[in-house]
């Protein structure tokens, strides 16, 4: 099946700092990119969705200036969360859509573990 | 925009038992349903899929699951669980261009 990765695969940062979390689709062009966070022992909570070369749509209650997302390429999205504060310690996973036999599928990283302290 | 609720969110049971878990999806278009699963510590791993064709749908590790367009389910089991089946167990349901997931079942498998 089709990889995606996450890069780092954990981060420890101070408060008040920013961290850029890469996502990539290893072999295979993904147009559209999603960006989720999941708190511990709960599901995952879609952030944003993200096109390639135009603006990502944030779900409903999600900053966009502060979890800034960028689509530069068909196999790399990033998202940076800026700022950092406590509260912002979660697992973020990134998922990338492909088209298998017809039908959309999406395929999803290892996650980034980011710890603000 | 599509939901999807699984019920039982811890479930314990001991090895060789049953496992049955929930899941009921609201959407009226086409939908597309996944079950995806946790391992402890580990990222998201697919177990199954349906996109068409026959409502069961068999996935890895001995897991299947029926889909009842009827009672919009889409139930996962597997007949004889083993303590390495321990994982949460996350329902999906794709629509209107995207992945809502359910909340989850916790399952731990009692050697």
């Known amino acids: 099946g089709a990889v995606v990765s996450q890069h780092p695969s954990r981060v420890i940062c101070k408060s008040g700092t920013s961290v850029k979390i890469e996502c990539r689709s290893l072999d295979f062009q993904a147009t559209t990119m999603f960006w989720y966070r999941q708190f511990p022992k709960q599901s995952l909570m879609l952030m944003a969705t993200s096109n390639e070369g135009s603006k990502a749509t944030y779900e409903q209650g999600v900053e966009k200036d502060k979890f800034l997302i960028n689509h530069a390429s068909l196999t790399l999205s990033t998202l940076t969360v800026t700022s950092a504060h406590p509260e912002d310690s979660s697992f973020y996973i990134c998922?990338?859509?492909?088209?298998?036999?017809?039908?959309?599928?999406?395929?999803f990283g290892p996650g980034t573990r980011l710890t603000v302290l | 925009a599509q939901s999807v609720s699984q019920h039982n969110h811890h479930v314990i049971l001991s090895e060789a038992a049953s496992l049955e878990l929930g899941c009921n999806y609201s959407y009226g278009g086409t939908v597309n349903l996944f079950w995806y699963v946790q391992y402890p510590g580990q990222h998201l791993q697919l177990l199954l899929k349906y996109f068409s064709g026959d409502p069961l749908v068999k996935g890895i590790k001995g897991f299947e699951a029926e889909f009842i367009k009827s009672k919009f389910s889409f139930n996962l089991r597997k007949p004889s669980v083993q303590w390495s089946d321990t994982a949460e167990y996350f329902c999906a349901c794709y629509g209107n261009n995207r992945l809502a997931f359910g909340k989850g079942n916790q399952v731990v498998v009692i050697p």
């Open positions: 998922s990338a859509r492909a088209l298998t036999s017809g039908y959309n599928e999406q395929f």
